[in-house]
């Protein structure tokens, strides 16, 4: 992971438009080839960014952009819709690079890993004549949770959530562009199953093609009082 603090403006050019003006920034550049870029607030969320798969292409700023005092331009291209994220650096202040190893994965706390085996046993509420392949499923970045199969034999990737967020819908995002690569598994559909859904992890799962399915915990234990809900 690359580490750069430095002032900079950020235009992102594509199916929408968004300008940060000169400000100093922390960008981070990932292995996969992501970039991100964060101030200092905000929490954990970037001004902008550019998910995977994407290239970047570090160049010289032309005679105008170098009257203005840029000293490097930084161009994120997004593979599969060729958005833009350009970077324009004016200043460099740190630069550090840190080889971070292959990280094990988030480890689920009982509610989530209790939520995974209830839905593994209980497969058909992803819908009538849905089959389960096996239960952590490997990726090269990590396992997917369930994967199972819909009633015309095609793929289908579950991941578990307590709570389902921004985060969760890029985690499977990711699995999803991995698997759609393998020949034996492709096309495979997704689903993000939650106990509560974040509007904003709604709208963007519904806009990737991703089904969401709201889980209820006592329900599935047998508890009375709760209903499941495909979306």
């Not at 992971?1 to 400000?23: F, Q, T």
């Not at 958005?83 to 550090?96: G, P, W």
């Not at 190893?101 to 004549?129: R, S």
């Amino acid at each position: 992971m690359r580490l750069v603090i430095a002032r900079c403006s950020v235009d992102y050019a594509g199916r929408l438009s968004a300008h940060l003006p000169l400000a100093t920034r922390l960008l981070m550049l990932k292995a996969d080839g992501s970039l991100l870029v964060h101030s200092d607030g905000g929490s954990y969320k970037p001004l902008n960014w550019m998910s995977p798969p994407c290239s970047i292409a570090i160049g010289d700023p032309d005679e105008d952009q170098a009257s203005a005092g840029i000293t490097q331009v930084w161009t994120v291209t997004q593979k599969k819709t060729q958005d833009r994220l350009i970077v324009s650096i004016h200043e460099v202040f740190t630069d550090e690079s840190h080889d971070l190893g292959v990280d094990p994965g988030l480890v689920k706390d009982g509610v989530e890993a209790h939520l995974q085996q209830l839905l593994a046993e209980q497969i058909e509420l992803l819908g009538d004549g849905h089959t389960l392949v096996r239960r952590e499923y490997m990726t090269a970045i990590g396992p997917v949770d369930l994967l199972a199969r819909d009633d015309a034999g095609a793929s289908v990737a579950v991941e578990m959530k307590r709570n389902a967020n921004i985060d969760a819908v890029e985690q499977l995002t990711r699995y999803l562009e991995l698997m759609n690569r393998d020949p034996h598994l492709r096309p495979v559909q997704g689903v993000l199953a939650a106990q509560s859904f974040a509007p904003q992890a709604r709208t963007l799962a519904e806009d990737r093609g991703i089904r969401c399915l709201v889980l209820d915990y006592d329900e599935m234990r047998g508890i009375e009082g709760g209903h499941a809900r495909l979306f």
